[in-house]
């Protein structure tokens, strides 16, 4: 008899976790984005925005861009061989050497451009400097095709004896 007295119902206990509930549901609805945003999904947001403050740092890295600028260079300058503009060719070539002076690839591509146009002195320079660079395979020099004008030239014989250095 007193039990009843104490524990209400259990239809009004359970009448109760509904209307909560729907008032939930309610408050959802009616939520902002950003209200929903701030107070439920903080922790994903705040990764998402350090993973877009990381992509924008790689995104201006100098090192990065300007790699991107030698590769355009590059393949511009792979275009406008392709087309015998040679002028061209060097032209970008130039500019790809101003970002990686080191490139013994870009050196050696120079130096068969400057031979095709038969411009000895500037085409065993670029080979020099490729050789300085640490050019991988040297038997190029003596069976590429666009290097045959510069082996023909006298200074070629003291370039090749002298280890192919100037």
Partial sequence: FLG?????????LVAIPAILGFVDFLIFLTMSRD?????YNKDALQQE??????????????????????EKY???????????????????LLKAIEIKYDDPETHFFLARCYS????????LNHLDMAIAFNLQDTERIKTEGDLAFLRVQPEYGRFEENGFRL
């Fill in 116 to 123: 095709v146009i038969e411009d000895t002195d500037k085409a």
């Fill in 4 to 12: 009843a007295f104490i524990l209400p119902n259990l239809d009004q």
């Fill in 35 to 39: 209200t929903f945003n701030e107070r």
């Fill in 74 to 92: 590059l393949k511009h300058a792979q275009a406008s061989y392709k087309d015998y503009e040679y002028a061209d060719t060097i032209k970008a």
């Fill in 49 to 70: 925005q350090r993973q877009k403050d990381i992509a924008r740092a790689k995104a201006n890295d100098p090192k990065r861009l300007l790699n991107k600028q030698y």
